[in-house]
């Protein structure tokens, strides 16, 4: 199995491209050059604290594209596939910081003072709903801009999941549904977006186990010869500003399988709990082949990987180890922005 991607992704296809003379001083070309190093939740507390301000600046300029191409025609083709990346990349850091104030790791005061988006008399829910319309402005001008870029497609999923949940406290399966709805279009890396988004949602859904379909149907087709890297192969490597892109994206992977087992497994199915846990034992298998070893020895994450390990072999025997893996201290490792990106 080749590398895939791992969805917030922001993977290869977001790599800075190499800084001419000409364009040295360009603000966005300066902005690409930290982004990445500012996705890591767990930094210390003095990078953490660069985010507000940086944050703030990308907004700036995606605001200015947004006056510039009100219009999707305006520009040369060029202008306009740049000027969408520039959104893009707004629209993923705002949803970032949302999360990292979730997560405890950024506070939503500091942000706001950098760059309020909702009125200022308006409570903390009010602006992370704000925040969250933001992102979704940003990526429908930027599909506009870039209509055959149909990653647009899983982000605009995820950033609508993001306000409804600001907004609502929870999520609809109408919402989640629109993740698996965008799978087909672009699965080497859609697919990611919709597991990311499942990460916290109960594997004994209906909309769980379609996700768990549409993993296994993607193993089953690489396994007969149809590998869909074939189609994006930029969207299945490990690069230098997504050096562990295989390693987080195999253990995503192999998650959906093992919590499906689990559930599987709790509800006497057994037949299917032993097939689910196979597919999860072949996906996390890859972290050891020769080809990404050496990485999977050095990715910061790999922590999380043993005790799923002895899950898949305790279930394979018979029975469900205790917790759930979802309610275990390394289950969200893996599905940080840092962990495909380096910490």
């Known amino acids: 199995m080749p590398a895939y991607a791992l969805l917030l992704a922001m993977a290869a296809a977001l790599a800075p491209s190499p800084a001419s003379a000409a364009d040295s001083a360009d603000p966005f070309t300066a902005i690409q050059a930290k982004y990445f190093s500012l996705l890591n939740m767990r930094a210390s507390a003095k990078r953490l604290a660069a985010i507000p301000a940086f944050?703030?600046?990308?907004?700036?300029?995606?605001?200015?594209?947004?006056?510039?191409?009100?219009?999707?025609?305006?520009?040369?083709?060029?202008?306009?596939?740049?000027?969408?990346?520039?959104?893009?990349?707004d629209a993923l850091l705002t949803m970032s910081n949302s999360i990292g104030v979730s997560q405890g790791s950024l506070k939503l005061a500091a942000l706001r003072q950098a760059h309020a988006f909702g009125p200022a008399s308006g409570d903390d829910k009010a602006e992370?709903?704000?925040?969250?319309?933001?992102?979704?402005?940003?990526?429908?001008?930027?599909?506009?801009?870039?209509?055959?870029?149909?990653?647009?497609?899983?982000?605009?999923?995820?950033?609508?999941?993001?306000?409804?949940?600001?907004?609502?406290?929870?999520?609809?399966?109408?919402?989640?549904?629109?993740?698996?709805?965008?799978?087909?279009?672009?699965?080497?890396?859609?697919?990611?977006?919709?597991?990311?988004?499942?990460?916290?949602?109960?594997?004994?859904?209906?909309?769980?186990?379609?996700?768990?379909?549409?993993?296994?149907?993607?193993?089953?087709?690489?396994?007969?010869?149809?590998?869909?890297?074939?189609?994006?192969?930029?969207?299945?490597?490990?690069?230098?500003?997504?050096?562990y892109n295989t390693q987080a994206a195999v253990v995503e992977l192999g998650d959906v399988f093992l919590r499906r087992a689990e559930i599987l497994l709790q509800?006497?199915?057994?037949?299917?709990?032993?097939?689910?846990?196979?597919?999860?034992?072949?996906?996390?298998?890859?972290?050891?082949?020769?080809?990404?070893?050496?990485?999977?020895?050095?990715?910061?994450?790999?922590?999380a990987v043993a005790d799923r390990l002895y899950r898949v072999a305790a279930i394979q025997k018979g029975h469900a180890a205790s917790p759930l893996l979802d309610r275990t201290a390394n289950y969200r490792r893996p599905y940080e922005c840092a962990s495909c990106h380096g910490r």
């Open 267 to 303: 509800a006497g199915d057994i037949p299917h709990a032993m097939e689910m846990a196979g597919y999860a034992a072949g996906s996390y298998a890859q972290l050891k082949t020769p080809e990404h070893a050496a990485s999977s020895k050095a990715w910061p994450d790999a922590v």
């Open 128 to 243: 992370m709903t704000a925040r969250a319309q933001h992102a979704i402005d940003d990526l429908e001008l930027a599909f506009k801009l870039r209509p055959d870029d149909h990653r647009l497609d899983s982000w605009l999923a995820a950033t609508r999941i993001q306000k409804e949940k600001a907004a609502a406290g929870k999520l609809s399966d109408k919402v989640l549904a629109d993740s698996l709805d965008a799978i087909p279009v672009r699965p080497t890396f859609n697919l990611w977006t919709a597991i990311l988004l499942f990460r916290d949602q109960p594997a004994d859904s209906a909309l769980f186990a379609r996700l768990a379909g549409e993993a296994k149907g993607f193993v089953d087709k690489i396994k007969s010869g149809d590998d869909p890297c074939r189609n994006k192969p930029e969207d299945c490597t490990n690069t230098p500003i997504a050096p």
């Open 55 to 89: 944050s703030a600046k990308l907004t700036a300029l995606a605001l200015a594209q947004r006056a510039k191409f009100a219009s999707p025609e305006a520009g040369t083709p060029e202008e306009r596939q740049r000027a969408g990346l520039i959104l893009i990349y």
